[in-house]
């Protein structure tokens, strides 16, 4: 398509900000009617933490640019030794973990020559 | 005797809340951003389109099907097919959230304002902090939080674009990869209900498995099936300790 004139920018509102504000409604309307001590709110709960689960699996399983090429391995590994200094990390364990991770990954590319 | 505390004004709140963006998840994402403005730059889409999309749709997966879509030259309706089916995520997420932030007086209108500034950094920060602030404090807290967090990203991506058309490979590779990482420890720091990390751990697994066998619904049913069974399994376990 061409980007020109005022179509993009109508092409963006409707297919970007009300194929997403649609839903942003939903949820609030569902949830102006959950009570916040019930079953329903607790398996609304799972489902919205499970979805977001399943774009980390794609992004750690599935990922787009420099990290299609890279191994499934060094991709695993890096989530696991990083998950180690995230249980172990004690106070800081946040930002261990997450360090942990990326150093494993960076060290692992390089090494492969990426 | 002590007097109850004076409760804070909501601008104090507001504050609060925009004071997130010095946090991990805030940078975390800007750095997501300045990937998401090199790859609209490579791909050609004007600077203003950028800007214009970061504004009003907010959702980072979401935009990359619209700019995959708007390359391929798709028609609007499959556009909006495209990307609607990957935001109805959005809808457990807010609706997760608003029962946590709101009070028996907060108006509908407002949440359906704020709602916007939902999308999932924005979700996972707010779900562990808001705790921390009175009930009637947490909507001006999201507020200020997730406008703070939208108007940076929209001036970040104006700013970078152009500037960055090319990282070296490792430092792209590192950027795309602070994301799953970062959401991992937020949810599993945020829990507070064992029935979340069933979600996550079904949810990681289910993910990839349909990401295999139906990728154009994976994130969909990943998320109504693995969410179910963490639910119900979660459930059954509470009621037997319950009954012993």
Redesign the interface.
């Known amino acids: 398509m061409s980007f020109g004139g005022l179509w993009p920018y109508i092409y963006i509102a409707v297919a970007g900000w009300l194929a997403t504000d649609l839903w942003r409604w939903a949820g609030v309307i569902a949830g102006n009617r959950i009570d916040e001590r019930s079953e329903v709110l607790n398996w609304v709960r799972a489902v919205a933490t499970a979805l977001v689960a399943a774009v980390i699996a794609k992004l750690i399983f599935f990922p787009t640019g420099t990290l299609e090429a890279s191994p499934l391995w060094l991709r695993l590994g890096a989530v696991v030794f990083g998950g180690l200094c995230f249980f172990f990390g004690g106070r800081f364990r946040q930002i261990a973990g997450i360090a942990a991770a990326i150093a494993f990954l960076a060290a692992g590319l390089a090494l492969l020559g990426v | 005797m002590t007097a109850p505390p004076e409760p804070q004004p909501q601008i104090h709140w507001f504050l609060l809340g925009m004071r997130g963006i010095f946090s991990?998840p805030a940078i975390i994402l800007m750095l997501s951003f300045v990937?998401f403005a090199a790859?609209t730059a490579e791909a050609?889409?004007?600077v203003d389109?950028v800007m214009?999309?970061t504004g009003?749709?907010?959702?980072l997966?979401?935009?990359v099907i619209?700019v995959g879509?708007?390359l391929s030259?798709a028609h609007?309706a499959t556009?909006?097919?495209a990307?609607?089916l990957s935001?109805?995520?959005?809808?457990?997420?807010?609706?997760?959230?608003?029962?946590?932030i709101?009070t028996s007086r907060t108006p509908?209108w407002l949440?359906?304002i704020i709602?916007?500034f939902?999308a999932?950094t924005a979700?996972?920060f707010a779900m562990e902090k808001v705790r921390d602030v009175p009930r009637g404090g947490r909507v001006a807290f999201f507020a200020g939080f997730g406008v703070t967090l939208t108007l940076t990203n929209i001036v970040l991506v104006g700013l970078v674009y152009g500037a960055v058309s090319e990282f070296p490979?490792?430092v792209?590779?590192?950027l795309?990869?602070?994301?799953?990482?970062?959401?991992?420890?937020?949810?599993?720091?945020s829990a507070r209900?064992r029935?979340?990390y069933?979600?996550?751990?079904?949810?990681?697994?289910?993910?990839?498995v349909?990401?295999v066998v139906a990728p154009e619904y994976?994130?969909?049913l990943?998320?109504?099936i693995?969410?179910?069974a963490?639910?119900w399994g979660?459930?059954a376990l509470r009621r037997r300790e319950a009954a012993r």
Do not use: N
């Open positions: 991990l990937g790859f050609k889409i004007p389109q214009f999309m009003m749709v907010w959702a997966p979401a935009k619209l879509s708007m030259g609007i556009a909006f097919l990307v609607t935001s109805v995520r959005m809808m457990p997420m807010v609706a997760a959230l608003i029962p946590e709101r509908t949440l359906l709602s916007h939902v999932i979700w996972v490979p490792i792209s590779g590192c795309f990869f602070l994301t799953p990482v970062y959401f991992l420890t937020s949810i599993w720091i209900h029935v979340i069933w979600a996550l751990g079904i949810g990681l697994a289910l993910g990839y349909f990401a994976d994130i969909l990943t998320g109504v693995g969410g179910t963490a639910w979660e459930r």
